[in-house]
């Protein structure tokens, strides 16, 4: 075994000669937020979406925060969508979980952070996390969609820190 330094990318930029400036959103950012409450029902189906708030497509996704009663039965990943303006639906195919998968909301939680983006895509934004060429400029809506359905009714607040 051996003991090593490895940095970065923003460190590696920071120490090259001539230095290289990273990203404002990984190095010096700001973190914004966006939040909402919804009110899940007893019986709400497989499928079912439940709409918190909106995120610029140029945002860096920080931590989603989530707390919720115990909905019996029901799990959850969560999404991404176009606003209702811009047609309402999942982004492609990779927006399927893009922000998290395998949520059980069974049982009651408060400010449990829950984020499954894989380490190579750990300073992507919004735009690139779904594969696009380039940041469409607009807003994607977070949106908790059930896998399972749910047997209780309650709340459910989900809060995304993003940074741009």
Same mark, same amino acid.
């Given at each position: 075994?051996?003991?090593?330094?490895?940095?970065?990318?923003?460190?590696?930029?920071?120490?090259?000669?001539? !230095?290289?400036?990273?990203?404002?959103? +990984? =190095?010096?950012?700001? @973190?914004?937020?966006? %939040?909402?409450? &919804?009110?899940?029902? /007893?019986?709400?189906?497989?499928?079912?979406?439940?709409?918190?708030?909106?995120?610029?497509?140029?945002?860096?996704?920080?931590?989603?925060?989530?707390?919720?009663?115990?909905?019996?039965?029901?799990?959850?990943?969560?999404?991404?969508?176009?606003?209702?303006?811009?047609?309402?639906?999942?982004?492609?195919?990779?927006?399927?979980? !893009?922000?998290?998968?395998?949520?059980? +909301? =069974?049982?009651?939680? @408060?400010?449990?952070? %829950?984020?499954? &983006?894989?380490?190579? /895509?750990?300073?992507?934004?919004?735009?690139?996390?779904?594969?696009?060429?380039?940041?469409?400029?607009?807003?994607?809506?977070?949106?908790?969609?059930?896998?399972?359905?749910?047997?209780?009714?309650?709340?459910?607040?989900?809060?995304?820190?993003?940074?741009?």
């Amino acid at each position: 075994m051996a003991i090593v330094t490895t940095k970065s990318g923003v460190i590696t930029n920071r120490d090259s000669t001539p !230095v290289v400036l990273a990203n404002d959103y +990984l =190095a010096k950012s700001v @973190t914004l937020h966006a %939040t909402g409450v &919804v009110a899940a029902a /007893n019986g709400d189906s497989i499928g079912s979406a439940y709409k918190f708030a909106s995120i610029p497509s140029n945002a860096f996704v920080v931590a989603v925060i989530l707390a919720n009663d115990a909905i019996t039965s029901a799990s959850a990943t969560i999404d991404l969508y176009d606003t209702t303006a811009n047609g309402g639906a999942i982004v492609p195919s990779t927006g399927s979980g !893009v922000i998290s998968t395998a949520i059980s +909301l =069974a049982t009651a939680t @408060t400010d449990r952070f %829950t984020m499954t &983006v894989s380490n190579p /895509n750990g300073e992507k934004r919004v735009w690139e996390l779904l594969g696009l060429s380039a940041d469409p400029v607009k807003y994607y809506d977070i949106v908790m969609t059930l896998t399972a359905a749910s047997t209780a009714a309650g709340s459910i607040s989900l809060s995304v820190l993003y940074s741009q």
